[in-house]
């Protein structure tokens, strides 16, 4: 079931939460709610799962206009941040809450319900768990005994609030994979709030980056990454450094050098030139330019050399400038600490100065 | 590989950080012990010996007295209706504060408070300027024929005024600790408000709640000032038990006043037994809920 949000508003105590939201989630789609705290994407999906209400805007599912419903009618699956697990109760119980609480007529049988709980258990690699207390699981149990509880009432979507923020690298790593593998195998409409990056990108069909209050861009992953829509998505996923340019004829100005602009269009003035490492070709200062690349060049000094995992990551303070930009350093070349080198910009994108 | 003497040494510095040394421990606890000795166990004690100073007998014959059997029926009574208002108004209030914001929440949380900071006789006071014959409401309440000082009703009122806040104080922290995402997680699962409230929020506070009820039960049997300024002490009427024991003591009828005053300091000790037990029987889950 599809869900859709149009115009959303929503404000606390003078904050405004959400200025004017509007997004598509497309059946049995997995999207990212990503951005920094603040941004409102908890708030919007509290307003989907009818936990909050909107001043102003829709929120359908499908055909049927949920705006006015209840939490209860809406029939969504949430999992909190902290899982909000009933302490009290058994494993078990917890996840037959959803159907114990189901009026008469529309409650499964004891049986069923017990069928149920077991079958959920086993697809969340719990077996065995369903006597003990939240109290004696780790967190990644506990979030998989969150998720058991949330499916078993068979939702209409299923909305996570950051699912994976209480725990470690390593345990987020491995539910993340689990995760992937839940919804290729039930197919619920799903929409997770995150504020890592490698989350979003990883796990999602498609991520909706949210700033202040607004949707600034939707998008599969690679087009996030690759085709930012706004200065901020270009700043707040990947790493990128800005250059200060000035936008004349179609070409980027910095300083005296000339810069093909890289492939967009764009009003002349000021502006600011985005950078992602592997828009930087690091090479000796002075080398020749390779025929077919970019002309542009910009030189400057090395500051910094980290090792990675797949190779070096070198800082280069640009001449005349005080900005440091990275680049990946090929094999075999020299990068000491203070060389002078040149970075041949191979792409990158333009977005006009916001100050003007 | 650590050096496990350096461990060792690092464990008995940071012991020494926060340990006293044995003298000083010593005298801490002495001094404490005498303390408790002196003003808590050697009143108790005198208690029980001058109600039994002139034997069983004279014991059992001053609680069975009429004018005791009434009081302590009367104590009971007014427990039973000022605990049970207070678990719900406690309830309710916690609930209030610890779950929603409202403007003048602070303000709430101040007034829960106001029966601690006033005076108990202050508070018997104003019930008696507000309901008492010359009061504010006395004529409208006189033409009705409803009597509200120097009855029960006042005393019940007095009671529930200053034993409000034992169940709030207990509940507020806790809720607030816990917040209200496991009543919304019973909530998107389907379950009514009032399903949430029983099988969700109701479980959670309940260890608390029961030491609140404790709480506010004895103090309730126990209270004097408040109900002393309304009762107006008619003997077999409206006189409590501690009531009772002052007008018992005030005639040098000491026998009979500790008679009755043994009972209120027995049900203080089962008071003090019961939560002891019901922190050493279920302490792990009092700890739980607390998480």
Known sequence: MDIRVTDLAKEFGGARALRGVSLHVRSGELMALLGPSGSGKTTLLRIIAGLETAERGSVFFGDTDATRLSVQQRHVGFVFQHYALFRHMTVADNIAYGLRVRRRSERPSRAAISARVEELLALMQLEGYGGRHPAQLSGGQKQRVALARALAVDPRVLLLDEPFGALDAKVRKDLRAWLRQIHAQTGHTTVFVTHDQDEALELADRVAILNSGRIEQVGAPDEIHEQPASAFVASFVGDAARVPVRVLGGKAMFGETVLEAPGQAMADGAGWLWLRPYDLRLTGKGAAVVAGEPAGKLDGVIVGVRRTANGRRVEVRLQDLDVIVEADAPAGLSCGHGEQVSLAVLGGRIFPDNAK | ?291
């Open chain 2, 1 to 291: 590989m650590p050096d496990p003497d350096l461990q060792r040494d690092r464990v008995y510095v940071s012991d020494s950080v926060v340990t006293e040394a044995p003298w000083a421990r010593a005298v801490i606890i002495a001094f404490a012990a005498i303390f408790l000795a002196l003003f808590l166990l050697l009143p108790l004690g005198l208690i029980f010996r001058e109600a039994l100073a002139k034997g069983i007998g004279a014991y059992w014959e001053a609680l069975t007295d009429p004018d005791a059997v009434t009081a302590i029926q009367l104590t009971l009574l007014v427990a039973a209706i000022a605990v049970p208002l207070n678990l719900v108004f406690g309830v309710a209030a916690s609930w209030a504060i610890a779950k929603f914001d409202f403007p003048g929440k602070s303000f709430l949380i101040t007034l829960v408070d106001l029966p601690f900071s006033v005076s108990p006789v202050v508070a018997g006071l104003v019930y008696v300027l507000l309901f008492g014959a010359q009061g504010l409401l006395g004529p409208w309440l006189q033409s009705w024929n409803i009597q509200i000082v120097f009855a029960l009703p006042g005393i019940v009122l007095a009671t529930v005024f200053v034993t409000f806040p034992f169940v709030a104080r207990e509940l507020i922290p806790l809720m607030q600790e816990q917040g209200a995402a496991d009543e919304e997680a019973a909530l998107t699962l389907g379950a009514s408000g009032l399903r949430a409230f029983l099988t969700v929020t109701l479980p959670n506070i309940r260890w608390a709640l029961l030491y609140g009820v404790l709480l506010c039960n004895a103090r309730a049997m126990g209270e004097f000032g408040a109900v002393s300024v309304v009762s107006g002490h008619i003997r077999g009427l409206t006189n409590t038990m501690p009531l009772h024991v002052e007008i018992l003591y005030n005639e040098y009828n000491f026998v009979a006043a500790f008679a009755v005053a043994s009972l209120l300091a027995i049900l203080a000790l089962v008071t003090l037994i019961g939560k002891t037990f019901l922190e050493w029987r279920y302490g792990e889950a009092i700890a739980h809920g607390r998480r």
